[in-house]
């Protein structure tokens, strides 16, 4: 199994595309990164990004990045850690706070609701 140079995907090096610089041979998952490979020069390498800082991408446009979290401008979605990492920050857990506001604001409006109909089914 080799290494994609651009977006760190492990390859299968008998299915995987390939392209040769420096006597070198790489292996990419998809066209779009072997492309990006041929059209940089060879002194660029993917560790170039800021290290320290968590990389966040958009899981349908992986072309997508930006150093902080936040929507897809392309299609909307919540944006991913690239990297995953042992500990756990307060801002990962932006989405799931927001997800269980959403959760008990339903279901307090809900509650209501349900307990009326139900009412209306006691026989008199």
Request: aromatic residues 6%; proline residues 7%.
């Amino acid at each position: 199994m080799a290494i994609d140079p651009i977006c760190g995907m492990t390859v299968d090096e008998a299915s995987g595309l390939r392209a040769e610089r420096d006597g070198q041979t790489f292996f990419f998952c998809s066209s779009h990164c072997r492309q990006r490979f041929l059209s940089t020069s060879a002194n660029v390498d993917r560790q170039e990004k800021p290290q320290g800082k968590a990389l966040y991408t958009c899981p349908m446009h992986p072309e997508v990045e930006q150093d902080h979290p936040g929507d897809c401008p392309q299609c909307g979605m919540a944006l991913e850690p690239k990297t995953v990492t042992a500990g756990s920050s307060e801002e990962e857990h932006v989405e799931l706070r927001d997800m269980t506001l959403r959760f008990w604001i339903g279901a307090a409006l809900t509650l209501p609701k349900n307990l009326l109909e139900m009412n209306n089914l006691i026989p008199e």
